[in-house]
């Protein structure tokens, strides 16, 4: 039997992992990180957040500039980090591009008594979506709101807009402390997963869901989001599942530092560069997707070291 979580005993996490993953991962300095990259995966490093941050914002614009009428295009995008938001609203103004056939992909969304929050929510990701990049491009340049897509509670007419002829040449992520991309958490440990987590091969079988939240996102999102106030953050969300995510001809995730750290930022690297897939670690499913990039921020990689506060 592999061992209780150290964070929340009836859930699987990271801390259920071998010793030897654990202590492989924590030795990886930032230049043995960027020598994992392999064919599939790509590992870069950005000097300045300022650096960092516009690239992210160019995924937005690169990807919405192949679109045309006929081969209509669209980028899955994330709340976490956020930075790049008003940065890709501001491009497509300056460069006046186009958006009318462009699409954009939601990734996640709370949900509260069965149901997903309303954009007046202060912590809602459409209203953020909106508020800090839709809203701001010029009425002239932006996409309809048909080809907006926020996923609901009931999933069907999100799932439906990833069949229904649009490319996703990008899907962006961040990465929570628990290791996961958009709110695709480690499963609980019950049922038949008390003893042993699901095969990679079931639960990359996961489309967008009503998820549980892990007890370490709630408590993140009150981090970054809530200024601490955990009884803010709703404990269940929309997610867009593996499913859609292999349906994205890249799969982009941005660690600026703030989201994970040290540690799980150099785990994840080391298990997808080493086809080490594991559900406990959402994240490493990544390992079997074609075309994977993690984008660091130089100054938020920190060490792994002991260290007395």
């Given at each position: 039997?592999?061992?209780?979580?150290?964070?929340?005993?009836?859930?699987?996490?990271?801390?259920?992992?071998?010793?030897?993953?654990?202590?492989?991962?924590?030795?990886?300095?930032?230049?043995?990180?960027?020598?994992?990259?392999?064919?599939?995966?790509?590992?870069?490093?950005?000097?300045?957040?300022?650096?960092?941050?516009l690239?992210?914002?160019?995924?937005?614009?690169?990807?919405?500039?192949?679109?045309?009428?006929?081969?209509?295009?669209?980028?899955?995008?994330?709340?976490?980090?956020?930075?790049?938001?008003?940065?890709?609203?501001?491009?497509?103004?300056?460069?006046?591009?186009?958006?009318?056939?462009?699409?954009?992909?939601?990734m996640d969304?709370?949900?509260?008594?069965?149901?997903?929050?309303p954009?007046?929510?202060?912590?809602?990701?459409?209203?953020?979506?909106?508020?800090?990049c839709?809203?701001?491009?010029?009425?002239?340049?932006?996409?309809?709101?048909?080809?907006?897509?926020?996923?609901?509670?009931?999933?069907?007419?999100?799932?439906?807009?990833?069949?229904?002829?649009?490319r996703?040449?990008?899907?962006?992520?961040?990465?929570?402390?628990?290791?996961?991309?958009?709110?695709?958490?480690?499963?609980?440990?019950?049922?038949?997963?008390?003893?042993?987590?699901?095969?990679?091969?079931?639960?990359?079988?996961?489309?967008?869901?009503?998820?549980?939240?892990?007890?370490?996102?709630?408590?993140?999102?009150?981090?970054?989001?809530?200024?601490?106030?955990?009884?803010?953050?709703p404990?269940?969300?929309?997610?867009?599942?593996?499913?859609?995510?292999?349906?994205?001809?890249?799969?982009?995730i941005?660690?600026?530092?703030?989201?994970?750290?040290?540690?799980?930022?150099?785990?994840?690297?080391?298990?997808?560069?080493?086809?080490i897939?594991?559900?406990?670690?959402?994240?490493?499913?990544?390992?079997?997707?074609?075309?994977?990039?993690?984008?660091?921020?130089?100054g938020?990689?920190?060490?792994?070291?002991?260290?007395?506060?």
């Open positions: 039997m592999r061992k209780l979580s150290s964070i929340a005993p009836d859930w699987w996490d990271y801390t259920t992992l071998d010793a030897e993953i654990i202590r492989d991962a924590a030795t990886l300095t930032p230049q043995a990180m960027l020598r994992l990259s392999r064919p599939g995966f790509r590992v870069v490093f950005y000097d300045t957040l300022e650096d960092f941050y690239a992210e914002a160019l995924e937005y614009v690169s990807a919405w500039r192949e679109s045309t009428a006929d081969n209509p295009v669209g980028i899955c995008g994330p709340i976490g980090p956020t930075e790049q938001l008003p940065l890709v609203a501001r491009i497509v103004n300056a460069l006046g591009v186009q958006l009318h056939s462009a699409h954009f992909w939601g969304e709370w949900v509260m008594n069965g149901r997903e929050v954009v007046t929510h202060p912590l809602s990701f459409e209203k953020a979506d909106r508020e800090l839709l809203s701001r491009i010029d009425r002239k340049l932006v996409m309809p709101d048909t080809n907006l897509h926020f996923p609901k509670a009931d999933t069907r007419v999100y799932c439906a807009s990833w069949h229904a002829g649009v996703c040449a990008v899907m962006q992520g961040g990465q929570g402390d628990v290791k996961h991309w958009a709110f695709n958490d480690p499963p609980r440990r019950r049922g038949k997963f008390r003893d042993e987590p699901p095969s990679p091969a079931v639960f990359r079988q996961l489309a967008t869901r009503v998820v549980d939240l892990h007890p370490l996102t709630i408590a993140q999102n009150a981090r970054t989001s809530g200024g601490g106030n955990i009884s803010l953050v404990t269940q969300a929309i997610s867009v599942g593996p499913v859609e995510t292999w349906q994205a001809e890249k799969v982009s941005w660690h600026a530092g703030n989201h994970d750290n040290p540690f799980g930022q150099r785990l994840t690297t080391l298990m997808i560069a080493k086809h897939a594991d559900p406990a670690v959402p994240m490493s499913l990544l390992a079997d997707h074609p075309n994977v990039q993690f984008n660091f921020y130089r938020g990689l920190g060490t792994c070291a002991v260290e007395m506060h």
